[in-house]
Every structure is written in C-alpha cells, then in structure tokens.
C-alpha cells in the first residue's frame, strides 16, 4: 500500500513557474513506477508525465513536453513536476499515482494509488 501527498498548487500568471511535489508513505517507493495526471473542469483526467521506478525512463504529454520536467528522489520518497512557462490551460488539479508494473504509461486505470490531489491554476 503506498498512500501519495500532493503539495505545492497555487495561483500563478501566464509564464511563471512551479514546482508539485508528490510524498509517498512506502519504503518500497523505489520500486514503483510514477506519474503525474490532471483534471480540468468538466474534462477526463488526462496524462502529464511518468518516470520509472529508478528515474532512468520520462515520458510525457505532448502539450507539456519542452516546459514541464518530472523528476524522483527515491532516498526522499518523493516525486516532483517542475512546470515552467505556465498556460492558462495548465489550469487543473494535479495528481500523483504510482503503479508496480507493467513500465511507464499514460493510462489513468492502471495506476494502483492516487493522491488527493493540488489546485493549479495559472491566470493570463
């Protein structure tokens, strides 16, 4: 079981930056690969980023890729999301998810364990 926290969220203009950190309670957090998903209102979650259990494999959405960056410091048990450029259409609340197996992916439904999730929201 791996319970995940979000932190980090807040109110931003176009064009700031910022960093979401993800804590995981496990000490088996090494061995799970991560991700980082979104959800606007009145939209399906969407994928963001995902890193494998030890940072060697990113993957990510093609309209953060180039500006957001996710990272793992396994000693700490924690992941993170640096955004830079924000866009208004960033606006969402962010997710963290960990899942075992089956590598990096983009699949909401086969991420095992989600955080509650952080408020973004980036004005123009």
């Known amino acids: 079981q791996v319970q995940l926290v979000e932190s980090g969220g807040g109110l931003l203009q176009a064009g700031d930056s910022l960093r979401l950190s993800c804590a995981a309670s496990?000490?088996?957090?090494?061995?799970?690969?991560m991700g980082w998903f979104r959800q606007a209102p009145g939209k399906e979650r969407e994928f963001v980023a995902a890193?494998?259990?030890?940072?060697?494999?990113?993957v990510y959405a093609d309209s953060v890729k180039g500006r957001f960056t996710i990272s793992r410091d396994n000693p700490k048990n924690t992941m993170y999301l640096q955004m830079n450029s924000l866009k208004p259409e960033d606006t969402a609340v962010y997710y963290c998810?960990?899942?075992?197996?089956?590598?990096?992916?983009?699949?909401?439904?086969?991420?095992?364990?989600w955080g509650p999730g952080t408020q973004v929201t980036v004005s123009s």
């Open positions: 998810a960990a899942k075992r197996f089956g590598g990096v992916g983009n699949v909401p439904n086969n991420y095992m364990y």
């Open positions: 496990a000490r088996t957090f090494s061995t799970y690969n």
């Open positions: 890193i494998s259990w030890n940072g060697g494999t990113t």
